[in-house]
T-cell receptor, first 118, second 113 residues
Framework: GAVVSQHPSRVICKSGTSVKIECRSL??????MFWYRQFPKQSLMLMAT?????????EQGVEKDKFLINHASLTLSTLTVTSAHPEDSSFYIC??????????????FGPGTRLTVL | AQTVTQSQPEMSVQEAETVTLSCTYD???????LFWYKQPPSRQMILVIR??????QNATENRFSVNFQKAAKSFSLKISDSQLGDAAMYFC??????????FGQGTRLTINP
C-alpha cells in the first residue's frame, strides 16, 4: 500500500513551453502533497506544500507564477512549469501524506520526473 | 531554523561488514520525528527507518538500526552485514509532527565486493 505515481517519468521540451507533471496517490487519500526539486548529487529541496482544495504554500525563493501547483482532488496534484528554460532542467519529486490516519507523519514518494529543457 | 547535517559526503564499506552513517540536527522542539531515506540509482526515495523523539528505544529494521542521542541531537544509522544492494545515497531527515521534512545533504554509500 501507500503507492505514489508520477507522470511522466521523463519529459523533454523546448524553451518557452509549459510542462505539466502529475502526482497521484494510488491507494490512499493524500490531503497533503509536497513537491521537491533535486539537482544532480544534491539533496531534495522542498518547493511547495499543497493541501487539497486550497492554495499551495511555496518555500522562500520559489516563484509561484513559474511553478503552478494544483491539488484539486485527494489523489492528484499537478506541477506546471510555465515558460520553461534550460535552468529549470532538474529532477522533480512529489510526496504525499495522509494526515489523521495510521500512516500519518510519513511521506510516500513518487518515482520522480526528469525534466530537460532544450 | 531547523537544520540537518550529514558530515560524510561519501562512505564505503566491504560487503558483509558494518557501516555507520552520521547525522546531527539542530532544533529547540521536543516532539519530532527523524528518518533515514535511501535513494538508489533509480532515484526512488525509500524509507529505511524512522524514530519518534519521545521514544527512548532505538528503532531497528532488520539489518538497519539507529543510535538516537536526543540530548546530543545525533541520529546515526548503522547498516550491518552490508549488501551490494545497499549502495545508494542516504538522506537523514527531520520533521515536526505532520509537517514538512528537512533533509540533510546526503551520504553516498559504496559497497565494495
Amino acid at each position: 500500500g501507500a503507492v505514489v505515481s508520477q507522470h511522466p517519468s521523463r519529459v523533454i521540451c523546448k524553451s518557452g513551453t509549459s510542462v505539466k507533471i502529475e502526482c497521484r496517490s494510488l491507494d490512499f487519500q493524500a490531503t497533503t502533497m509536497f513537491w521537491y526539486r533535486q539537482f544532480p548529487k544534491q539533496s531534495l529541496m522542498l518547493m511547495a506544500t499543497s493541501n487539497e482544495g486550497s492554495k499551495a504554500t511555496y518555500e522562500q525563493g520559489v516563484e509561484k507564477d513559474k511553478f503552478l501547483i494544483n491539488h484539486a482532488s485527494l489523489t492528484l496534484s499537478t506541477l506546471t512549469v510555465t515558460s520553461a528554460h534550460p535552468e529549470d532542467s532538474s529532477f522533480y519529486i512529489c510526496s504525499a501524506r495522509s494526515p489523521g490516519t495510521s500512516i500519518d507523519n510519513e511521506q510516500f514518494f513518487g518515482p520522480g520526473t526528469r525534466l530537460t529543457v532544450l | 531554523a531547523q537544520t540537518v547535517t550529514q558530515s560524510q559526503p561519501e562512505m564505503s564499506v566491504q560487503e558483509a561488514e558494518t557501516v555507520t552513517l552520521s547525522c546531527t540536527y539542530d532544533t529547540s522542539e521536543s516532539d519530532y520525528y527523524l528518518f533515514w531515506y535511501k535513494q538508489p540509482p533509480s532515484r526512488q526515495m525509500i524509507l529505511v527507518i524512522r524514530q519518534e523523539a519521545y521514544k527512548q528505544q532505538n528503532a531497528t529494521e532488520n539489518r538497519f538500526s539507529v543510535n538516537f542521542q536526543k540530548a546530543a541531537k545525533s541520529f546515526s544509522l548503522k547498516i550491518s552485514d552490508s549488501q551490494l544492494g545497499d549502495a545508494a545515497m542516504y538522506f537523514c531527515a527531520w520533521a515536526l509532527p505532520a509537517q514538512k521534512l528537512v533533509f540533510g545533504q546526503g551520504t553516498r554509500l559504496t559497497i565494495n565486493p
